[in-house]
């Protein structure tokens, strides 16, 4: 039961905080579009934000490899 609370805790922490502020754009988009730009005139504070705001991503992701994971390995 606690590995599922993890995935939909991620899950949340993903559409959340990862996605915060919702309206004109999301922070992760506008970082991710300014990286594949160049990341000219990215400052420290541009690097945290990125960071702050795909982290919980990446753990819905770890949360996802290990669910098949277990599953694939039932399966065996």
Known sequence: MK???NLLLS???ALT???A???PE???FEKIRWLLGGAEGM???DWFDFILHG???VWLIVEIGRLVSRRKNERA
């Open 55 to 57: 982290s919980p991503w």
């Open 26 to 28: 999301p922070h992760l």
């Open 3 to 5: 590995k599922k609370n």
């Open 11 to 13: 899950l949340v922490a």
């Open 21 to 23: 502020p919702f309206f």
């Open 17 to 19: 905080l990862g996605l």
């Open 43 to 45: 400052k420290l504070m």
